[in-house]
Nanobody
């Protein structure tokens, strides 16, 4: 298992940008697929972005494609989510998650495949 701590959330105006960070601890971080999910009150947690453990492949939800970029620095044990052109509908608590790599190093969008989660960081986008 890995321990995850998100940071970088805050209040921004529509059209603005934020960079979220997720600090991970654990010797096997580099062998974990990483993902970002988000959740608003009354709704289920939804997938936003994922990156393979080697960093060569990424996958995004249609709602954030072209605006968000996920990246990782395995040497620093950190995964990032760069968010541009933010919209009010992006308002949510953002969680990072880790999934132990299986047979293939591929991004993962299914929440059930992730076994380690951070506590989340709030992102609020005003109109």
């Amino acid at each position: 298992q890995v321990q995850l701590v998100e940071s970088g959330g805050g209040l921004v105006q529509a059209g603005g940008s934020l960079r979220l960070s997720c600090a991970a601890s654990g010797l096997t971080f580099s062998r974990h697929v990483m993902g970002w999910f988000r959740q608003t009150p009354g709704k289920e947690r939804e997938f936003a972005a994922s990156i393979s453990w080697g960093g060569d492949s990424t996958y995004y939800a249609d709602s954030v494609k072209g605006r968000f970029t996920i990246s990782r620095d395995n040497a620093r044990g950190t995964v990032y989510l760069h968010m541009n052109s933010l919209k009010p509908e992006d308002t949510a608590i953002y969680y990072c998650a880790a999934a132990r790599a299986g047979l293939a190093d591929l991004p993962l969008s299914r929440m059930a495949l992730y076994d380690s989660w951070g506590m989340g960081t709030q992102v609020t986008v005003s109109s």
